[in-house]
């Protein structure tokens, strides 16, 4: 499956900066023909040493990582849910995505102005925030109009499933509150998912730093434990990222990264971070195919049955699905090889009904 998410934020948070650096870690589109080819779209691999160490193992000729779209934005205004700026641009092209990475500014700096004039991270999440509400408002009261006429004889059961459902949301949004705190059952979400609801789409929010000027979450002060305390009532998710550090370390040698992490006091990969997080973020796991060929990650929603992990693939497999053989990724790298796996009977027959596992190596049996 194809995995996008779209960064926002206000001018000058560094969202830009920030994308330069993803793209510049990318991989090459042409090894994933079914990826839009388009320069606000940054191809990105999901980082991980098991893929690595199961390759190695294999000895394959090639190998292929899980992968994650990132989707530059273009900037927000206040007032982009009226069209300001780019604002109708920006509000189509979330839509589109399945996530938003919102970057948020943790920097003071006299010399990249604020649009604002001051640095403060919880108004400029509000500021966004409340544009996605406004949009959303206005878009399901436009709904509620035309589904009402169909749904008045109630004979039209979708339609009445329909207004109910955006009945329930609107209040929510009127209070200037994302539609995502509303409590809805999977009929409920279905029957409202053509209308693209922008705050119905996860968010993590990646707080921006910058290296030799004052940070907000360096200040240990008020501006950062409320803006902890924010987030935590959001029930939101954040990574903390140094967007300019990232991007000028993109040409620098894996083996010399660390040094230079040491030195500008940056000491974990903040891009590896945000890749991860929005994997986690949408409840997507990793399983594994691998041999003398390829070995490769593949990308399915937690939960996922063995025919729905096989539709991965091809839907072939899933169609045609007989078993599937599965192995956990340490217990065949312990054993080293499929045939040692399979004589010491650590090779698991599965079928139909199995929920994969993140993690599951597995060899598929189709018709």
């Known amino acids: 499956m194809s995995l996008s998410i779209g960064i926002v934020g206000l001018p000058n948070v560094g969202k830009s900066t920030l994308f330069n650096a993803l793209t510049r870690k990318g991989v090459p589109a042409e090894n994933y023909p079914f990826c839009t080819i388009d320069p606000s779209v940054g191809v990105v691999a999901v980082p991980d040493i098991r893929l690595t160490r199961l390759s190695e193992m294999s000895q394959s000729k090639k190998t292929t990582p899980a992968i994650v779209e990132f989707v530059d934005i273009a900037g927000l205004v206040q007032g982009a849910s009226q069209g300001e700026g780019l604002g109708n641009q920006f509000l189509n092209h979330i839509r589109e995505v399945d996530a938003i990475a919102e970057v948020v500014r943790m920097f003071d700096d006299e010399d990249v102005h604020h649009v604002a004039g001051t640095v403060d ?60 705190t509303v409590v809805l059952d999977d009929e409920e979400l279905l029957s409202i998912k053509s209308l693209h609801l922008l705050t119905m789409k996860p968010i993590l929010y990646v707080l921006n730093r910058k290296s030799g000027v004052v940070n907000v979450d360096a200040e240990r002060g008020a501006r950062w434990a409320d803006l902890q305390r924010f987030i935590e009532e959001r029930n939101a998710s954040y990574v903390i990222i ?46 594994f195919t691998t041999g003398e060929d390829e070995t490769r990650a593949w990308t399915i929603p937690r939960n996922s049955t063995a025919p729905q992990a096989a539709g991965a693939i091809h839907t072939d497999f899933m169609n045609k699905f007989i078993r599937a053989d599965v192995i956990q990724w340490d217990q065949l790298l312990t054993e080293g090889s499929w045939s040692k796996a399979r004589e010491k009977g650590l090779v698991r027959s599965e079928g139909k009904e199995y929920i994969f596992q993140d993690g599951d190596v597995t060899e598929f049996k189709h018709g």
């Open 242 to 287: 140094d967007a300019g550090v990232e991007n000028e370390l993109a040409d620098v040698h894996e083996d010399e990264k660390r040094d230079f992490r040491n030195e500008l006091g940056v000491s974990d990969d903040g891009l590896d971070a945000l890749i991860k997080g929005g994997y986690a973020l949408l409840d997507l796991i990793s399983y």
């Open 121 to 180: 991270p919880i108004r400029d999440i509000e500021v966004i925030d409340l544009e996605l509400v406004l949009a959303d408002l206005d878009s399901t009261t436009k709904r509620l109009e035309r589904v009402e006429r169909d749904a008045r004889s109630g004979a039209d059961k979708a339609a009445v499933l329909e207004r109910e459902t955006i009945k329930k949301i609107l209040p929510t949004l009127q209070n200037g509150k994302a539609a995502r």
